[in-house]
C-alpha cells in the first residue's frame, strides 16, 4: 500500500452511472432511512442474482426500479458505514391502505459494527508490558494461522462495488451533513479472479473483469461540480462546446475499472503481515471486549528531504484464544511536495479525467502538492475451512494541489461487497476479458 498510497489517493475520484432499459414485471420501490429516520442517499438496492437489475436511492432515500423477480427472492441494500440489508422482493411490493396502490416500503439500515476507526477508538492499552520476545511469540502465532486459513488456491469472486464522489462546494456542509453533498456514485459489477500461484513478491496476483457499469449523479451538485474542478474555462465555453465537454466527461475514459480494481487489491494483509513482524518496535497490542485482541503496526517514512512523510497504521483484530485474524482495518496519512511540479503518466492523466477536467488542462496539469488520509476497512467471510475476502470499505480525503492554481479537493467513500465466490475449477480471465470496455450507462437521479 505504501508505494500505491498516492495513485490511489489520486484514483478515487468519479462522475457517475446508468439505468438498465426494458421492460419488466413489476415495480420495486421503498425508502432507505438510517435507524435516526434520515435518508440515506446514494444507497445501493439490487437483486442478488442480477446486480444490473438495481438502482440507487435519491437525496430523499427513495429507490424504484423494474424487474422480474419471484416473491422470496433477496434484494440487497447497502451503504459503507451501515449494516448490509437482505429483504425479499415481496417487501418492495407494499400496496397502500387507503388506495391500493403500490407504495414503497420503509428500509432502516443499522450502523456498521466495525466502522473506519473504531479500533482505534476502542482499543484499550493492555496493563502487562509489551515485551519483545512475547510480542514476537504472538506475531508468529497470529502468522501461523495466517499461513493455515488463507489458501493457496485460485479463486473468483463477483463484486458489486460502489464509489461515492462529495462535491467539493459543500466541505463546509458535510461536517454538519455530509451523506447530502454526494453528487455522484459509479457502481461497478465485476468477476475478478486471484492467482497465488502466479504472484510477485508475495502478492496475490488479482486480474480484474468489468462486466457492467452504471453512473448515477445528482444534475445540480455535478454542474457545481464540474465548474470548479474544471476551472473558470468551461464558464467561457460556448452552449454548444459546453454540451459537448459534459457529453465527453460523462462518458469518460475506461478508467473506473483502475478505480474498482484498485480498491480490491488494497490492503493485502497476509503479505503485509510477513513483512512487519520481524521488527517488533512498530507493534503494539491492545485488547477489545468479546474475546478480541487489536496487534497494531504503526510506521513513519520520510522521504527525499521530508517532502514526502506518510504515517501508516496498520490495525488485526484477532481471535484472542485462536489467533485467527477476525477483520482488518488500515489507516494512511500522506503530505507530498513537488517543488517544480511533475508530470503525470497517461494512467494518472486518466484518473484526472474522471473528475471532468478539461482535456487541455490535463495535459498542463503538473502534480506540485498532495495531501490526504485513507481508512480502509477488511472483512472476511469463512468457505471450506479458509478464509476469503467478503467486503471492503474505503474513505479517502485527499486536497490535490497543480500547476496553473489547479486545485482539487477530494472526498471519496467507497465499497465492495462479493455477491459470489467460486474455489473449484477457476482458470485465468483471458487478455480480451480484462481489456474489453465496459458497458457504461448514466443515470440522473432526483
Given at each position: 500500500?505504501?508505494?500505491?498510497i498516492c495513485l490511489i489517493i489520486l484514483?478515487?475520484?468519479?462522475?457517475?452511472?446508468g439505468r438498465l432499459g426494458g421492460a419488466f414485471a413489476a415495480t420495486y420501490s421503498g425508502r432507505v432511512v438510517d435507524e435516526k429516520g434520515a435518508p440515506i442517499a446514494y444507497a445501493t438496492v439490487y437483486p442478488e442474482i442480477a446486480p444490473e437489475w438495481g438502482t440507487a436511492t435519491n437525496n430523499d432515500g427513495f429507490f424504484s426500479f423494474e424487474a422480474n423477480l419471484v416473491p422470496d427472492m433477496k434484494i440487497i441494500i447497502s451503504f459503507i458505514g451501515y449494516e448490509k440489508l437482505t429483504i425479499h422482493a415481496n417487501e418492495c411490493l407494499v400496496l397502500s391502505p387507503s388506495t391500493g396502490e403500490?407504495?414503497?416500503?420503509?428500509?432502516v439500515l443499522k450502523e456498521q459494527p466495525i466502522a473506519l476507526q473504531e479500533t482505534v477508538i476502542a482499543a484499550k492499552p493492555s496493563k502487562q508490558k509489551n515485551k519483545r520476545k512475547q510480542?514476537?511469540?504472538?506475531l508468529h502465532a497470529v502468522y501461523v494461522k495466517l499461513e493455515e486459513e488463507f489458501p493457496d488456491n485460485n479463486a473468483q469472486y463477483q463484486v458489486v462495488s460502489d464509489v461515492r464522489m462529495y462535491c467539493p462546494a459543500d466541505r463546509a456542509l458535510e461536517a454538519k451533513n455530509a451523506e447530502n453533498s454526494i453528487w455522484g456514485m459509479e457502481q461497478m459489477i465485476a468477476n475478478i479472479v486471484v492467482l497465488p500461484e502466479q504472484a510477485r513478491e508475495g502478492r496475490d496476483s488479482v486480474q480484474f473483469q468489468g462486466r457492467y457499469c452504471k453512473r448515477f449523479f445528482d444534475a445540480q451538485k455535478r454542474a457545481q461540480a464540474d465548474s470548479i474542478l474544471a476551472g473558470d474555462a468551461i464558464e467561457r465555453l460556448e452552449k454548444k462546446q459546453k454540451e459537448k465537454f459534459m457529453r465527453k466527461a460523462a462518458n469518460a475514459v475506461d478508467s473506473g475499472v483502475v478505480v474498482h480494481r484498485?480498491?480490491?487489491?488494497?490492503?493485502?494483509?497476509?503479505?503485509d503481515f510477513e513483512q512487519t513482524m520481524t521488527d517488533t518496535?512498530?507493534?503494539?497490542?491492545?485488547?477489545?471486549?468479546e474475546g478480541e485482541t487489536v496487534l497494531t503496526h504503526t510506521q513513519k517514512v520520510s522521504k527525499y528531504l521530508g517532502l514526502f512523510k506518510m504515517t501508516f497504521s496498520r490495525h488485526y483484530i484477532v481471535d484472542s484464544e485462536t489467533f485467527a485474524v477476525r477483520r482488518f482495518s488500515e489507516h494512511a496519512e500522506v503530505k507530498v511536495t513537488i517543488p517544480f511540479g511533475i508530470k503525470l503518466n497517461a494512467e494518472q492523466l486518466q484518473m484526472l479525467n474522471l473528475v471532468n477536467m478539461g482535456e487541455q488542462q490535463i495535459q498542463k496539469f503538473r502534480l506540485k502538492?498532495?495531501?490526504g488520509s485513507v481508512d480502509l476497512n477488511t472483512i472476511y467471510q469463512r468457505q471450506d475451512g479458509h478464509v476469503y475476502l467478503l467486503e471492503k470499505n474505503m474513505i479517502c480525503d485527499a486536497h490535490i494541489l497543480g500547476s496553473k492554481k489547479a486545485e482539487i479537493?477530494?472526498?471519496v467513500k467507497a465499497t465492495q461487497r462479493v455477491t459470489s465466490l467460486r474455489t473449484q475449477d477457476v482458470v485465468p480471465l483471458t487478455p480480451s476479458q480484462i481489456t474489453r470496455r465496459v458497458k457504461r450507462d448514466i443515470v440522473e437521479i432526483y
Open positions: 500500500m505504501k508505494k500505491h484514483t478515487f475520484l468519479l462522475p457517475f452511472m403500490p407504495e414503497g416500503a420503509l428500509f510480542m514476537a511469540a504472538l484498485a480498491l480490491f487489491a488494497m490492503g493485502n494483509m497476509r503479505y518496535r512498530h507493534w503494539t497490542v491492545s485488547n477489545e471486549s502538492k498532495l495531501r479537493p477530494l472526498m
